[in-house]
């Protein structure tokens, strides 16, 4: 079966526009890798002998798409284009030397030095693979082109580690030196492209160990340096790690808590169960207190927040910094316990200094950043006797539009830690409350979580003479929390109690 971009004629318009300029053009890259490996793939990379950027311009006029200019001087450019809820992209890239040959030896890995001739509509085209890509992808080797392709774009450091995930592919022995020996560079990359890179990471499932990957041949710390200070510091019971390894344990379940979303959404077929006994109990545990909202959490998580960064990239982000602020606030109590004191809310703002710098948008910092300031919440829902409608207006008041993020963040960072002892039934617990709280949100939404207002602030200024100021927002916070218990449900009970309160306020 062909690809989308043979099935819906994309390439065979592009040959014709390449035919009517006279100009050589090769499909190079991952378009060739993918199609050996028969998989899927939402990109074509071609290199063409001139025009590139004008070709790509000419393009986009003609498939409907849009035309994104990428580097001029480095002659690249972009045809987005859209088919139902999914994106694709046509690169268009100048040829790099004197020729095709030239152009590969300057390409990063072997699997990606490859190319046919665009013109060539054969089944089984000619491959041109002068560093042997092919033999390596049937080896299962992610090699280097040449010993100089990190110092050449250091970025290559980062796209290593995330096609090795993708591909399920090892980096070769020599290839991992090298990207050993030039870690420190990444710092040279450009934000925004370190940025998407680490987001494709966070994208594949098994981001954990992509970043214990990157973590050790040298790269995490240069790139994120916070979480640096985290190493070696630990913390009480019942956590069982460093602050540094459970933040990247975080990450790891977290991406077993999104295969329960997509399994039990029909999303996928199957669990992989390779974890501990307890560990696949408590995922059935959770499996069972998710399956009435996962239609609603896959949906959720799939969401685009900036571009094409999802909401589940960006949950894992936090994971992966949730407890960076506890690098600076341990302190020890009385008793010889570790306490880490606003972490959560210190953790924030170091998430909100990674991510500027990384130029994430400010909807994804804020969204980041609420996850991480309210990340204890839902455990300390969990440990109390009864959760009350008042209870859970609050958390989803105060959580803004992140609440199920909230929620979600909370049984990776919980789930890693409570599957021994004790802490499993603390485990369900937290699986319980996640629950409760969900139901809440996706079934009594006008109820719980944002009843229509009785009264409004026009209402308080006419009817108690109260002057426009703070003393408002606080007594219709009070009102509707009372609303939500039941205790007020007409707009003339609701008028007596905020009498009373504005009274109390003096």
């Not at 306490?339 to 969204?367: C, D, K, N, Q, T």
């Not at 950043?369 to 209870?391: D, F, G, N, S």
Request: hydrophobic share 40%.
């Amino acid at each position: 079966m062909g690809s989308w971009f043979e099935t819906r004629g994309i390439l065979d318009r592009v040959r014709e526009l390449l035919a009517e300029h006279s100009c050589e053009g090769y499909l190079v890259g991952g378009y060739v890798r993918d199609r050996l490996l028969g998989r899927g793939t939402h990109d074509v990379d071609l290199a063409v002998r001139r025009e590139a950027i004008g070709l790509a311009r000419e393009a986009a006029n003609r498939l409907g798409g849009a035309f994104v200019l990428l580097d001029e001087e480095r002659e690249t450019a972009r045809v987005v284009l859209r088919d139902a809820n999914e994106w694709y992209y046509l690169d268009f890239a100048g040829l790099r030397g004197d020729g095709l040959a030239a152009d590969l030896a300057r390409r990063d890995f072997t699997v990606n030095a490859m190319a046919v001739d665009a013109q060539d509509r054969s089944p089984d085209p000619e491959l041109m693979d002068p560093f042997g890509g092919r033999r390596d992808l049937e080896r299962g080797l992610l090699r280097a082109v040449s010993d100089i392709i990190f110092l050449d774009d250091p970025l290559r450091l980062l796209r290593a580690a995330r096609l090795a995930a993708e591909l399920q592919m090892t980096v070769e022995s020599h290839t991992e030196q090298l990207m050993y020996r030039a870690a420190g560079l990444i710092t040279n990359s450009s934000p925004e492209r370190a940025r998407d890179e680490l987001c494709r990471i966070l994208g594949t499932s098994g981001s954990e160990s992509s970043l214990r990957y990157l973590d050790q041949v040298g790269i995490l710390s240069p790139l994120i340096p916070e979480l640096d200070h985290l190493r070696g510091v630990e913390q009480p019971p019942p956590h069982h790690e460093d602050a540094f390894n459970h933040s990247l344990a975080t990450v790891g379940m977290l991406d077993r808590v999104f295969e329960v979303v997509r399994l039990i959404s029909g999303r996928e077929s199957q669990l992989q169960t390779e974890g501990s006994a307890p560990e696949n109990d408590m995922l059935e545990y959770l499996g069972a207190a998710l399956d009435p909202f996962s239609s609603q959490l896959s949906a959720h998580l799939e969401e685009r927040v900036v571009d094409e960064r999802s909401r589940l990239m960006l949950l894992k982000l936090a994971g992966l910094l949730h407890d960076s602020g506890k690098g600076t606030t341990g302190k020890v109590d009385g008793e010889g316990r570790i306490r880490f004191f606003g972490h959560a809310v210190e953790g924030a703002a170091v998430a909100a200094r990674v991510l500027r710098r990384l130029h994430f948008g400010s909807r994804e910092v804020r969204l980041v950043q609420m996850v991480i300031r309210h990340h204890m919440r839902p455990l300390h829902l969990a440990q109390q006797e009864r959760i009350t409608r008042r209870a859970i207006h609050r958390f989803f008041r105060d959580t803004g539009g992140a609440g199920v993020d909230v929620l979600l963040h909370s049984l990776g960072d919980n789930l890693v830690t409570r599957q021994r002892g004790d802490a499993v039934v603390q485990g369900r617990e937290v699986c319980d409350t996640v629950g409760l709280l969900l139901r809440a949100y996706y079934e009594e939404y006008a109820e719980v979580i944002q009843p229509p207002p009785l009264i409004s602030g026009r209402d308080l200024i006419s009817h108690c003479g109260v002057k426009p100021g703070p003393a408002i927002g606080r007594v219709l916070r009070e009102v509707q929390e009372a609303q939500v218990a039941g205790e007020v449900r007409t707009r003339e009970e609701a008028l007596r109690l905020a009498g009373t309160l504005l009274a109390e306020g003096e």
